[in-house]
């Protein structure tokens, strides 16, 4: 057999091992849509961890974190600007220790979302020891804050609040920024909101859309993303929200967008990063986000989700 890349002869999946570990953040706080807290489990019931075996690499299991249920919260009056934002201030600080302890052990983590808001965490834990950038695949900018926010859900909020955007009440720590602004892409964007476009065009995060796609092809795209995200830090941070794929090939998500990213396309999106990754070890954490079962086909988006992973982890055809 020839390939026109021979690395990929000798190496078809990763030399180096390393290890994934699991991270169960059945957080729906965030979203208006119940059912994305079941992301998790189905995730895992698509074999998220064989996949990633297929891919080199070895697999571990932390469970899921605890999220008070529904009944459980504080309710919001409905004028509220941030929806259950104490509760997931909670849960996602706690994750941001899971991620943070993972990393220190050497191995990837990997939290299985639970809507976008499990961001918060992910990306704070990752950025205790480091700099890192951070790598949002999504069809929406999740740049809301509380003042800009249309819905007062929280999933639309993660980006501006790493980035220290905004006011959140009682998060100290988004005061100051978790990620330069400068390091963070967002990739596949179709739909911003009105406040959210002005803040993101005078800010200095990158937002690359579907027009960029469409016009320069997936893989152009991802590599300047690469470069502008990974510019003068220690590692990067990957968020892949399954809305970022079209819905035909991923119906299952509480807030689709029709136009999205083929499934082709998404791999190859990933194989870049994993082919950077390769050469620099520069992935240090990821988080899958927003897979919603009772919404879904068949467990299809949470299969496409678990596919995805191992394309980032490195797995290859040939
Ligand atoms: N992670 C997501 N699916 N976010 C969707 C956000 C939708 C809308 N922009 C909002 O702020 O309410
Ligand atoms: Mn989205
Ligand atoms: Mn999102």
Request: glycine share 8%; proline share 5%.
């Amino acid at each position: 057999m020839t390939t026109p890349t021979d690395a990929r002869i000798d190496h078809p999946n990763r030399s180096t091992t390393r290890t994934v570990r699991l991270l169960g953040a059945p957080l729906d706080l965030g979203a208006d849509r119940r059912g994305v807290d079941i992301g998790p489990r189905a995730i895992r019931y698509a074999d998220i961890a064989g996949e990633l075996e297929t891919a080199g690499v070895a697999c571990t299991d932390s469970g899921d974190l605890r999220v008070p249920r529904l009944e459980q919260c504080n309710v919001p009056d409905t004028e509220d600007d941030a929806k259950y934002l104490d509760e997931i201030a909670d849960v996602t600080a706690e994750l941001a220790d899971e991620v943070a302890d993972t990393i220190a052990d050497g191995d990837v983590p990997i939290a299985l979302g639970g809507d976008h808001a499990t961001a918060m965490g992910t990306i704070r834990g990752a950025a205790r020891a480091a700099d890192i950038g951070v790598l949002w695949f999504d069809a929406h900018g999740d740049y809301n804050t509380p003042d800009t926010s249309p819905s007062g859900n929280v999933h639309g909020m993660p980006l501006a609040a790493v980035t220290g955007t905004g006011e959140f009440d009682g998060l100290d720590w988004t005061t100051t920024p978790t990620v330069a602004p400068s390091n963070t892409v967002i990739v596949g964007a179709r739909r911003l909101d009105n406040a959210e476009r002005t803040a993101l065009k005078e800010s200095d995060v990158t937002v690359f859309t579907m027009h960029d796609i469409d016009e320069r092809g997936i893989t152009a795209v991802v590599e300047d993303a690469l470069d502008i995200a990974t510019d003068g830090v220690d590692g990067v941070h990957v968020s892949l929200d399954l809305d970022w794929l079209d819905p035909t090939v991923a119906p299952g998500v509480g807030t689709p967008v029709r136009g999205g990213v083929e499934y082709r396309e998404a791999h190859a999106a990933l194989e870049c990063v994993a082919d950077r990754d390769r050469d620099a070890e520069l992935l240090r954490s990821v988080d899958i986000v927003e897979v919603n079962p009772i919404l879904d086909r068949n467990n299809r988006t949470a299969e496409v989700a678990a596919e995805l992973a191992a394309s980032l982890l490195g797995k290859r055809i040939a």
